[in-house]
Nanobody, 123 residues
């Protein structure tokens, strides 16, 4: 079991930045690939970015240039750096872990989930 705890969400104006953090604990040997997902009201959850223990990353095409993913050197904390935020980035952002491959960033591949952190971008 791998509890995941997200933090860093909040309210920001369009054009602003936020950094989300996700701390993994418990059996961290099971984290494998870690990822960020988001879910806007009335929409399906979508994969935003992922990172594997070797440092390889992937980011949703539409978010490249604005979002990046990184981790600390223990790979127990995953970050999502979000810049030039837009109102359409509003939603609940979830951290996930346990996938065995970097792509695709699909919810069904992840075994462990955090509770989510709200991001609200106002225009």
């Amino acid at each position: 079991r791998v509890p995941l705890v997200e933090s860093g969400g909040g309210a920001v104006q369009a054009g602003g930045s936020l950094r989300l953090s996700c701390v993994a604990s418990g059996d961290t040997t099971s984290t494998h690939v870690m990822a960020w997902f988001r879910q806007a009201p009335g929409k399906e959850r979508e994969g935003v970015a992922a990172m594997d223990p070797d440092g390889r990353t992937t980011v949703l095409d539409s978010l490249r240039g604005r979002f990046t993913v990184s981790a600390d050197n223990t790979f127990n904390t995953l970050y999502l750096h979000m810049g030039s935020l837009k109102p359409e980035d509003t939603g609940v952002y979830y951290c996930a872990a346990g996938a065995r491959r970097l792509v695709p960033v699909a919810a069904a591949l992840y075994n462990y989930w955090g509770q989510g952190t709200q991001v609200t971008v106002s225009s």
